[in-house]
């Protein structure tokens, strides 16, 4: 579990630091302050890195689009590749020293990004058989040097990510070349298991297979108590493939549900976004097991007079499933019940904290936490005062 969470030079943080987190965290704030880009820095640490993570993140917002760059201020030429959007200002950094980092201090492990400047050279070298061979070698280079440009050659540009278990290099020529090569590093056997829910729903596709990954466990019956939250009379859930004529693809499978005095159950989708809402959240729980659930908007579809049910299941899962979780909010009714499930359950640490702008000259509009644990969250609400 993550207890103190860092995150330096990446989207919209030159540094925020997080102590203290919970089992179940809460993430509120203003628009732009930053709430989904915790939730991807936690997706790029859980998965360790794994380039086909940051592929997904940057292709969801449409930053893999190209736009003609001019030179950048130190004169070597701004590369257009996607990865620049990760850092601050969507540009790689005009010096050393400024590498994206995502860790929690309390276990020692994080995530490195690093926009590098060098040359590409070749060495000799001899084998065992005393053959004479060549290999390439990248021959670093400070972006201060004022040799910079002493060679003939223009310095070439990538990044250099690092974890504590391996290091690779990214190549930013972004192509479908490049791309086959470096995914083939493939995932860290030493990343955490995560699932992240977007504000939009997920696919009929993904929610299938999440339930084929927990069919057959106590996930069905906990899958048709969520259900009941909202509508009591549900009484069966299955995944059907939708046969041939449909107006969806052909193979397609959907969730439907046995309705209790009804000879013929129905589409899940037809009851409303409250009921699709609340099955992503239980089967991202249980296929979250052992790792992150990071949920964006938390209360999409959800009236506010089911939601403490919701949170008290929450709880209740995180702490059985061993799952941290991390939710954004807009809204009140959300902070609300939430600080209400946090109080009653003593024994899974419930923690929301607020990211907000500091208005100090001397820190420059940076985005700062400040974060609320059960007591003083309780008070707060309780006294009606504003934490969103």
């Not at 292709?59 to 601050?88: K, M, Q, T």
């Not at 097991?289 to 709880?315: A, P």
Request: hydrophobic share 40%; glycine share 6%; proline share 3%.
């Amino acid at each position: 579990m993550i207890h103190d969470l860092t995150i330096r030079n990446f989207r919209l943080f030159d540094e925020l630091s997080i102590n203290g987190l919970g089992r179940v965290n809460l993430i509120v704030g203003k628009n732009n302050s930053g709430k989904s880009a915790v939730l991807e820095a936690l997706t790029i640490y859980a998965s360790q890195g794994d380039p086909a993570t940051l592929y997904s993140i940057l292709g969801s917002h449409d930053e893999n689009l190209r736009f003609d760059n001019p030179l950048s201020e130190s004169g070597v030429e701004a590369i257009d590749s996607s990865f620049r959007h990760l850092f601050p200002n969507r540009r790689f950094p005009e010096e050393d020293g400024k590498e994206i980092y995502i860790g929690d201090s309390s276990r020692g492990s994080y995530v490195q990004l690093e926009h590098r400047l060098f040359f590409e050279v070749f060495e000799e070298f001899q084998d065992e058989s005393g053959s004479t061979l060549r290999r390439r070698k990248r021959v670093p280079l400070e972006k201060s040097s004022p040799d910079l440009f002493s060679q003939d050659t223009t310095p070439e540009q990538a990044l250099f990510l690092s974890t504590k278990n391996r290091s690779f290099w990214l190549d930013l020529a972004d192509t479908p070349l490049s791309r086959r090569r470096y995914l083939t590093h493939g995932a860290d056997a030493r990343s955490i298991p995560h699932v992240y829910v977007p504000t939009d729903f997920i696919t009929a596709e993904r929610l299938a297979s999440m339930w084929d990954s927990v069919a057959l466990t106590e996930a069905e019956e906990y899958s048709l108590k969520a259900l009941k939250i909202i509508d009591e009379s549900v009484s069966g859930l299955a995944f059907v493939q939708k046969k041939e004529g449909s107006f969806t693809k052909e193979g397609a499978r959907v969730a439907i549900v046995k309705i209790s005095g009804q000879s013929v159950p129905i589409p899940l989708a037809s009851m409303g976004d409250g009921m699709t809402r609340l099955l992503q959240l239980v089967l991202a729980l249980f296929s979250a097991k052992g790792g992150l659930l990071l949920l964006d908007e938390f209360e999409n579809g959800l009236h506010f007079s089911v939601q403490k049910q919701i949170w008290d299941m929450v709880f209740h899962l995180a702490k059985e499933l061993d799952v941290q979780v991390f939710c954004t909010t807009h809204s009140r009714d959300c902070v609300e019940a939430f600080s209400q499930s946090a109080q009653e359950d003593t024994a899974t640490k419930g923690v929301l904290f607020r990211l907000g702008r500091s208005v100090a000259p001397k820190d420059a509009n940076r985005i700062f936490a400040t974060v609320f644990d059960e007591n003083r969250l309780s008070r707060m609400t309780e006294a009606d005062i504003e934490v969103r």
